[in-house]
């Protein structure tokens, strides 16, 4: 949901603000369920938000990565000292390919 929600952002012309119950319409996504999705995102300066009548939420950050939106929705990623050993190696293969994987990039 925050990866499509960003490249919706990401295809509009203009970088002002939309309402998340506009978001949720065209993306055919629960409004409740993606305000909290942006709340989290909000949290790690992915997107900004603005309340009131003219509010709603556009990006905010020069680069958002797959790994970026990993992290604000789903929590990081602890190849530093994993629960099994033998996950360090592909948890931090996972780890540095997500974050090559560039999903907004500010022109």
Do not use: H
């Not at 939309?18 to 978001?23: C, G, P, V």
């Not at 990006?59 to 797959?66: E, K, N, Q």
């Not at 992290?71 to 530093?80: E, F, I, M, S, V």
Request: positive net charge.
């Amino acid at each position: 949901m925050s990866v499509e929600t960003i490249l919706f952002l990401k295809k509009r012309k203009k970088n002002d603000y939309l309402q998340a119950s506009e978001i949720a319409k065209s993306l055919n996504f629960s409004v409740g369920y993606l305000q909290k999705v942006i709340q989290m995102l909000s949290r790690q300066g992915i997107v900004e938000c603005k309340r009131g009548r003219i509010g709603g939420v556009r990006i905010r950050a020069r680069v958002i990565t797959l790994l970026d939106l990993w992290k604000a929705t789903c929590g990081g990623l602890d190849y530093a000292n994993p629960t099994l050993a033998v996950m360090k190696r592909p948890l931090k293969a996972f780890s540095d390919s997500m974050g090559k994987v560039v999903v907004y990039r500010k022109k």
